[in-house]
């Protein structure tokens, strides 16, 4: 069983930065950010596989960072330039494979272990 916590949301202005963290009971070989707005579905974010190789959302891409310290048993994601688009509740996760899926890496399903969330939300 992995639990996880989430913490670093908040409410920033447009263009704004925050870093989310998550702080593990242990490290999978596969974890990531994933997000969920109102009325929507749940979104992949960003993915670390082996803690080295990371996928990011098109999204988000080259505004968000996703960092793992397996010593400290956490998982980070710097978010910058946020935009209002961005506003939703950021969750954790860990799945219980050996390294991320290529094909499967950013869909909910592939993932066992989620934390509670944190709110994220940006103003025009």
């Known amino acids: 069983q992995v639990q996880l916590v989430e913490s670093g949301g908040g409410s920033v202005q447009a263009g704004g930065s925050l870093r989310l963290s998550c702080a593990a009971s242990?490290?999978?070989?596969?974890m990531g950010w994933f997000r969920q707005a109102p009325g929507k579905e749940r979104e992949g974010v960003a993915v670390?596989?082996?803690?080295?190789?990371?996928r990011i959302a098109d999204s988000v891409k080259g505004r968000f960072t996703i960092s793992q310290d397996n010593v400290k048993k956490a998982l980070y994601l710097q978010m910058n330039s946020l935009k209002p688009e961005d506003t939703a509740i950021y969750y954790c996760?860990?799945?219980?494979?050996?390294?991320?899926?290529?094909?499967?890496?950013?869909?909910?399903?592939?993932?066992?272990?989620w934390g509670q969330g944190t709110q994220v939300t940006v103003s025009s």
């Open positions: 670390a596989s082996f803690a080295v190789s990371r």
């Open positions: 996760a860990a799945a219980d494979v050996y390294g991320c899926p290529s094909a499967s890496s950013l869909w909910p399903a592939t993932y066992k272990y």
């Open positions: 242990s490290v999978t070989s596969c």
